[in-house]
């Protein structure tokens, strides 16, 4: 099959496999990028499409929402691009054993449909080489649930693991760890952090509610003697959801 479209893909050192030297994992050189319905609205409209900007956003706004509602009624959502089913995450120890939220988290999988996998099969892979070793976060793992996949709890820890990471100097304003919600609201790391090293930092998350975030880090760090004279935002470049 012809490939239409390419993904430019960076090679990165994989953290979790310390004891292979020579194993890494691929990031698409664009995933920080994303469309949110603003963006698709503008791309229907320079379509030639009769309709005006408000009303397609309108329209995709009140979409979004029927989603959402039928999401949490229990039920699955299926469109052209992918299939969103409820799911509840945990073990469960016997079949009389109630939900306990300390251990069960509801949570949503997305699976790609039909038409999403044609898609994916005329997309080629241009491998970029390996990624430079500068500041990057590289995984985080939220400490509660020992998930890796995106998902965090508000109020519990995080591991940001990476490079060059550490925020110094601590107390400096505009330095720290922050959460970015969908408006582009920052919500700051308050919490003293439980550790502050250059490859890994240990944070209490802000009770955020339900949505989306980019994690940012803020930093002076460098690893001469001296601090860098301005400072450095090293973004996670994969969404963050308190669900």
């Keep these: 099959m012809t490939k239409k479209t390419v993904w430019k893909v960076w090679l990165r050192r994989n953290l979790l496999t310390k004891e292979v030297e020579n194993d890494f994992i691929a990031e698409v050189s664009t995933a920080g990028s994303t469309l949110h319905n603003d963006d698709i609205g503008a791309r229907i409209v320079a379509g030639r499409s009769e309709l005006r900007l408000e009303t397609i956003l309108s329209i995709l706004q009140a979409r979004d929402e029927i989603v959402r509602e039928a999401l949490a009624q229990g039920s699955a959502v299926q469109d052209g691009c992918v299939r969103i089913a409820p799911r509840v995450s945990g073990s469960w120890v016997g079949i009389s054993h109630s939900f306990d939220p300390a251990i069960h988290k509801l949570t949503i999988e997305v699976t790609p449909s039909t038409e999403m996998r044609s898609t994916l099969e ?4 241009e491998v970029l080489g390996e990624k430079d070793s500068g ?15 995106g998902t965090i709890t508000p109020d519990e820890d995080l591991v940001i ?7 110094i100097p601590e107390d400096e304003a505009g330095l720290g760890i922050f959460f970015v919600d969908a408006t582009g609201v ?5 919490h003293r952090l439980t550790e502050n090293m250059p490859k890994k930092v240990i944070c209490r998350v802000p009770p955020l509610t339900s ?3 980019t994690l940012k880090i803020v930093t002076r760090f460098s ?3 001296h601090v860098l004279n301005e400072p450095r935002i090293i973004t996670y470049e994969f969404p963050l959801v308190v669900v």
Excluded: W
Excluded at 161 to 167: A, C, E, F, V
């Design 186 to 190: 920052d919500h700051p790391v308050t």
């Design 122 to 125: 005329t997309v080629g892979v």
């Design 135 to 149: 500041a990057f976060i590289g995984l985080i793992t939220d400490i509660t649930t020992g998930k890796t996949d």
């Design 211 to 213: 949505g989306t975030y």
């Design 161 to 167: 693991t990476g490079d060059k990471l550490k925020i």
């Design 223 to 225: 690893t001469t003697y």
